[in-house]
T-cell receptor, first 116, second 112 residues
Framework: DTGVSQDPRHKITKRGQNVTFRCDPISEHNRLYWYRQTLGQGPEFLTY????????KSRLLSDRFSAERPKGSFSTLEIQRTEQGDSAMYLCASSLASQGSNYGYTFGSGTRLTVV | AQSVTQLGSHVSVSEGALVLLRCNYSSSVPPYLFWYVQYPNQGLQLLLK??????LVKGINGFEAEFKKSETSFHLTKPSAHMSDAAEYFC??????????FGTGTSLTVIP
């Protein structure tokens, strides 16, 4: 297994357009997380899934954001009507629920979104 | 509420010198503490974690961190800096939930 994969690595879009990112977690990991990292800041939690169920969402996840994990494997994060403030690195991570809270996640390399 | 504070957004050290990156945490319960490293345009890589088994934690690439409850600190150290250590370092705290709370990061520059 090659770890957590994210696609695309970079995305430039015009303000108002919709964008979708994909994350493929480590195959046996049943938990998947999305974080957002703006320039000069640490990552901030957006949402997480256990299998196909979305169990927690941050208030940072506005109505324009939607995340899915339809078959409990890969996940997509869609941003509708993008705004310049959405420009950030979007990070995906995965873990095994059985590992417990004292375990770190495996992060992907991220998708860098630039809204122009 | 969980949070971490990283003192110093930028740290510069000479190659071969001691690296010290500071992190203080705020937690109402004994926390799980982590250090991650991020190289340019890359994701986060786990360096080490504190889970109450031992106060001095050794990680990858020669890094270690000491948990000091009395000081609510979890500073990251490395005895001798290498050029390849230049990166962004994030301290993070996690309780029994599923969220990491990251600090704002410290950018480490290693001067040859």
């Amino acid at each position: 297994d090659t770890g957590v994969s994210q696609d695309p690595r970079h995305k430039i879009t015009k303000r108002g357009q919709n964008v979708t990112f994909r994350c493929d977690p480590i195959s046996e990991h049943n938990r998947l997380y999305w974080y957002r990292q703006t320039l000069g800041q640490g990552p901030e939690f957006l949402t997480y899934f256990q299998n196909e169920a979305q169990l927690e969402k941050s208030r940072l996840l506005s109505d324009r954001f939607s995340a899915e994990r339809p078959k409990g494997s890969f996940s997509t994060l869609e941003i509708q009507r993008t705004e310049q403030g959405d420009s950030a690195m979007y990070l995906c991570a995965s873990s095994l629920a059985s590992q417990g809270s004292n375990y770190g996640y495996t992060f992907g390399s991220g998708t860098r979104l630039t809204v122009v | 509420a969980q949070s971490v504070t990283q003192l110093g957004s930028h740290v510069s050290v000479s190659e071969g010198a001691l690296v010290l990156l500071r992190c203080n945490y705020s937690s109402s319960v004994p926390p799980y503490l982590f250090w991650y490293v991020q190289y340019p345009n890359q994701g986060l890589q786990l360096l080490l974690k504190y889970t109450s088994a031992a106060t001095l934690v050794k990680g990858i690439n020669g890094f270690e961190a000491e948990f000091k409850k009395s000081e609510t600190s979890f500073h990251l150290t490395k005895p001798s800096a290498h050029m390849s250590d230049a990166a962004e370092y994030f301290c993070a705290v996690k309780n029994t939930g599923n969220q990491f709370y990251f600090g704002t990061g410290t950018s480490l520059t290693v001067i040859p």
